[in-house]
């Protein structure tokens, strides 16, 4: 490192970027020191997901084809074509085209996007959709076609050269966050409609001959509830094969790096991600089932109406045909009795209560005075039946064989398979094949059904559980699963009796963020798990925990990753208690801190009242550690850890006290004089991830001398006044007047000023932590400009959304914002920043302040702390201990700032080398085992 000119007294400029005056601007600021620290970010990720594209590919078309029918309004006259009506779709692109109309892209890739939608959106209609559904999808392929042979014009973009730098941020490339501008995400080279096989453009397209009856738009923008469930189940089918893929490739890494031929230190990256991609599966699913909810209000009252839409729509009409036929009180029929109906049925089915059909069918005879009672109850058997068929378990439908003369019947042989072999890869397998979605709810309702029933009521369930754990019990490589579907059965049953004996339940306390980062904890501690009736995302929650088992059971893999989570969660913990339990002084506000992140360990333990013995074998404490750290909950746990509470709660517990700034402006100002090394172990990882960050270096460069104080004072949180104040008395100048201040003054500057602040945002350290805590998935202009890339994914590809691709839109959407966070964890785990428990490392800094500043060993200090502690300063040793190091940093740094010899504080420079050269970084790696 050259030497630099040391600078005569300078006073830092009232207009520089290096620490002069700024107009405060109304942006988020430092917070206040709270109970949970994880406030803010939750706030922050609910709003990202607030403006986040709809997840519903229902309102993913109908904002593409409304957008489009107002920007064709927009290019004729007024009241020449009447738009409500969709065949003067056709005029009106006629009429755009024989008179020159210019067309905006953006039109186009709204038409576009409307095709690729709609034709999606039809696979779930009865034969594609009817006469109407058809035309409106061949006028939208004409307007298409005619207005490629228009002249386009592409609206330019806004100039952001007038913006603030600090804006970068909100001018971005996000296409992923607005609802409407992410339906814009087509590039410009799709070359047409997906459906056209090319050829010349200049070829008048063929006029859609319009049908016999004249549909309008409302019409024919409606989709029917059966295919809006539909598409529930195909997402649920879609990330389970895509989960179950990603499950493969860790199993494939936890062989290869068994056999020496994969680096050891991957191996954490691949099991957090494996549950970061769980994470967002499951909230995807959260998602789409209440959007499911707002759009089909009526199925929001149980899963089983959502089963009947699917699966069951022939039997509702059957039955309200024959009610309309048959009934005396046929006037005050709505289809909405036979989904009830029939949901009765269905939910007596999977809460093992089939003794309640007749019953059921009994009430429906004498509610509607049905004269044909028979074929009520034969319908309720059939539909009973068909459930058992399609949803049963193994030992269910070995129970219940039917007599030869029972077997057959044409409705049974007739009701559709709920099995959908015709999608792609036989996705479905997943719903209710080998890997069954519905057996797990089948096994899940008749639990929850049997906890708080009687006896009797829980009769049919204790058998079908007898049956159960008797048959084929799975024990990794001693007996492996074949398949989800009745060889893991047993394992399921064992870790929802574990659920009633562990602090996931609501005694268990909810944790910080669970809702986002934990989702399939805080889906079983709501109390639904117990309850009638329970969601498809906890259903979802719980079956990708069983296919985390199955794909990565055998050669003790599941116990390997078990173990390599536990030992870093236990590490974690044991890290983020010691600053407690040692004689360092700890500032009142991180005790309560460290308290607060220590206590989250509860989540791993059982709770006060278990006792296992009581139900072994079912329960034990390795069927409990199965519950805790099967691969899922392991990769949840491991990020939740190594991102959440290390990042952000790490860096507020650093804040907290002032350490952490008073460590990097004393070691920078060492730095600017070459009064110590630049690459310590440790220290330089961290001056390194800080240098741009607003609490210590207030978003610009690192001061230079003269400017040393002025900048530690900022970094405090005090006002640009008081700084300079500092600054000039640092400089032995005899400022005119004190600048007069109140903590209500200094409270609004830390809140509204881009460069004032007291706390660290975590997102501007962390890419991985923006993505996976606050759900940002922002692409700025700057990284764009700068080429930057994650471990080789260029951040242009995955912002493409192409029409052409056989998945939904916003199943593309997913799988972009994938990329893009896994991309981000690469990033932070090769930079170290993930390996290292930044709770401890505050710890770590706060040693070496007591150490290097300790009265004992210059009396200096002690007169100074006792001065202190004589002013009223505070009674707390801990906190005491920060005025002491805040008021020692500031006079060295004013020394550093303006003393002729600076070399007199080469002392200082070879305590820091002594400490972090001596440091076990083991009391900071989160890892056991991996380099720093």
């Known amino acids: 490192m050259g030497k630099k000119t ?79 009506f969709v065949k003067s779709f056709v005029d009106a692109a006629d009429y755009i085209k024989d008179n020159d109309v210019s067309v905006d892209d953006s039109m186009l890739r709204n038409l576009r996007l409307a095709i690729s939608v709609r034709k999606k959106y039809s696979q779930n209609l009865v034969d594609g959709g009817d006469e109407g559904h058809s035309y409106f999808l061949l006028v939208l392929n004409y307007c298409l076609q005619v207005f490629r042979q228009c002249n386009i014009v592409s609206q330019p973009e806004q100039s952001n050269s007038k913006k603030d730098d600090d804006e970068d941020d909100n001018n971005s490339t996000d296409h992923f966050c607005n609802r409407f501008d992410a339906l814009l995400m087509l590039g410009d080279d799709e070359g047409g409609d997906s459906d056209s096989e090319g050829g010349d453009e200049d070829i008048a397209p063929d006029r859609p001959e319009p049908p016999a009856k004249e549909y309008s738009y409302d019409d024919l923008m409606y989709f029917p509830d059966n295919a809006k469930c539909l598409l529930l189940f195909d997402t649920m089918a879609y990330h389970a094969h895509e989960y179950s893929r990603l499950l493969k490739n860790l199993k494939e890494t936890m062989r290869m790096e068994a056999e020496g031929d994969y680096p050891t230190d991957r191996v ?105 009672g028979n074929n009520v109850h034969w319908l309720a058997i059939i539909t009973m039946r068909t459930v058992v068929k399609n949803a049963g378990t193994k030992a269910e439908i070995e129970m219940r064989r039917w007599p030869p003369e029972e077997s057959i019947d044409p409705l049974l042989e007739r009701s559709p398979a709920w099995l959908r072999e015709d999608l792609q890869d036989q996705l479905w397998t997943s719903i209710n094949g080998d890997n069954s979605l519905l057996n797990t ?33 799975w024990k990794d490589s001693l007996n492996p ?87 870093s969660f236990d590490r974690f913990m044991s890290q983020a208690g010691e600053h407690l339990e040692s004689d360092i002084p700890c500032h009142s506000k991180r005790n309560s801190l460290l308290k607060f992140i220590t206590d989250t360990e509860r989540v791993t333990e059982k709770s006060d009242d278990a006792d296992f013995d009581k139900a072994y074998p079912m329960m034990s404490e390795e069927l409990h550690d199965l519950l805790i750290w099967n691969p899922l909950s392991a990769g949840q746990l491991l990020a939740y850890t190594n991102i959440c509470l290390s990042l952000e709660g790490g860096f507020h517990a650093m804040t907290l006290s002032s350490d952490l700034s008073t460590v990097l402006h004393v070691y920078n100002a060492l730095k600017y004089h070459e009064l110590v090394d630049d690459d310590l172990p440790l ?148 930079s170290r920043l993930l390996k290292y428990n930044m709770v401890a490392v505050g710890t770590v800094f706060s040693q070496f302040l007591y150490d290097t500043f300790h009265p004992d060993s210059n009396e200096h200090i002690a007169k100074y702390e006792a001065k202190l502690k004589a002013s009223g300063a505070s009674d707390v040793r801990g906190d005491l201990r920060s005025f ?48 720093l």
Not at 442 to 467: M, N, P, Q, Y
Not at 496 to 511: A, P, V
Not at 796 to 810: A, E, G
């Open 884 to 931: 002491v190091n805040c008021g020692i940093s500031d006079a060295i740094l004013a020394s550093l700032d303006y003393d002729p010899d600076p070399e007199r504080f080469h002392y200082l420079g070879e305590a820091f080398e002594e400490f972090f050269y001596s440091l076990d970084l083991d009391r900071v790696g989160i890892f056991e085992g991996l380099d």
């Open 481 to 567: 699963a074949s398949s989800i579907r009745g060889d893991l059965d047993a394992t399921l049953i064992s870790m929802m009796m574990h659920i009633t004996q562990c602090k996931w339940r609501f005694d268990g306390g909810e944790l910080p963020m669970e809702k986002l980062l934990l989702p399939h904890v805080n889906l079983i501690r709501k109390g639904s798990f117990f309850k009638p009736k329970p969601s498809f995302a906890l259903i979802f929650a719980v079956h990708t925990m069983l296919m985390s088992i199955f794909e990565l059971q055998g050669d003790g893999d599941i116990f390997r990753i078990r173990d390599v989570a536990k030992n």
């Open 6 to 84: 040391r600078s005569a007294k300078k006073k830092p400029s009232a207009s520089n970027g290096s620490g002069g005056k700024r107009k405060a601007k109304a942006t988020s600021g430092a917070t206040k020191a709270s109970a949970n620290p994880f406030a803010t970010s939750e706030t922050n990720a609910q709003k990202n997901d607030d403006d986040r594209p709809s997840q519903s590919i229902y309102h993913v078309y109908k904002a593409a084809t409304t957008r489009f029918k107002e920007q064709l309004a927009n290019l004729i006259p007024a009241n020449t074509f009447n738009l409500d």
């Open 683 to 830: 220290l330089a990882d961290i001056d390194r991830y800080f240098e741009k960050t607003k609490c210590i270096w207030n978003g610009w460069d690192k001061p230079e001398q003269g400017k040393f104080v002025y900048r530690l004072h900022l970094s405090m949180g005090a006002t640009n006044e008081m700084a300079i104040y500092a600054q000039d008395r640092a400089a032995g100048e005899k400022p005119a007047k004190k600048p007069t201040y109140s903590h209500a003054k200094i409270e609004r500057t830390r809140q509204t000023s881009k460069r004032v602040s007291t706390t660290i945002d975590p997102a501007e350290v962390s890419l991985s932590y923006r993505r996976y805590c606050q759900h940002d998935f922002k692409v700025t202009n700057k990284m764009l400009e700068e080429g930057r890339q994650h471990q080789g994914l260029d951040l242009h590809k995955p912002l493409k959304i192409d029409p052409k691709d056989p998945f939904p839109i916003p199943w593309q959407i997913h799988e972009a914002r994938t990329r893009l966070l896994f991309a981000s964890i690469l990033d932070d785990f090769d």
């Open 268 to 372: 954490p990256v691949e099991i957090m991600f494996q549950g970061i991609f769980a994470n967002s599966i499951i909230r995807n699913i959260q998602e789409l089932e209440n959007e499911l909810y707002v759009e089909c209000p009526a199925l929001k009252d149980s899963p089983y109406r959502v089963l009947v839409c699917c699966f069951l729509s022939p039997f509702v009409n059957m039955l309200s045909d024959s009610v309309r036929e048959k009934s005396p009180h046929a006037k005050k029929w709505k289809d909405d009795f036979a989904f009830a109906f029939l949901a009765d049925i269905v939910e007596a089915v999977f809460r093992c209560r089939m003794k309640e059909i007749t019953g059921i069918a009994n009430r429906f005879i004498q509610r509607w005075k049905m004269p044909n």
């Open 441 to 473: 709810m089948k096994i899940l309702d008749g639990f929850g059904s049997s906890v708080e029933a009687s006896e009797k009521e829980s009769e049919e369930f204790t058998k079908l559980l007898a049956r159960i754990w008797t048959s084929n019990v």
